[in-house]
């Protein structure tokens, strides 16, 4: 008996060792890339026409006018003037998108998570190994 407790001792300090440490740092360079201004900044754009077709224009964030055509399906119902929410790249503002964007290094601080659970979970049945 004495032996399979000795064995779930030196599994779990290895699930301890290798959930927490990898876990913490992953969360810590998720955190770092996020503040680090990588991501995407919401903004207003505005419809308009012009002899190219139907586009949409916005101000990035040092205020210079961007703008892009939408496509034939896309813009074929849209009024002229017209607001709605772009996302553009902070650190290309060329780079934009119409629908919200997944949060930079989402899927980092997501398995930072797991894996600091998987962790903390290990360490706490290794405590209660040493009593039982």
């Known amino acids: 008996m004495e032996s399979q407790s000795q064995l779930w001792g030196v599994i779990t300090e290895v699930l ?3 959930g927490l440490v990898p876990g913490i740092m992953l969360i810590l360079v998720a955190w770092i890339i996020r503040t680090s201004r990588l991501g995407w900044t919401a903004t207003h754009a505005v419809v308009f026409v012009n002899g190219d077709g139907i586009g949409y224009r916005w101000h990035d964030h040092n205020y ?38 997944v949060p930079p290094a989402h899927a980092l601080r997501i398995l930072g998570w797991i894996l600091t659970g998987v962790g903390a979970l290990s360490a706490v049945v290794g405590f209660v190994l040493i009593f039982v």
């Open 16 to 18: 301890t060792w290798v």
């Open 64 to 101: 210079e006018v961007r703008e892009a055509l939408f496509s034939f399906r896309e813009g074929k119902d849209l009024v002229p003037g017209t607001e709605f929410t772009i996302y553009f790249s902070r650190r290309n503002p060329v780079e934009y998108s119409l629908t919200e964007p």
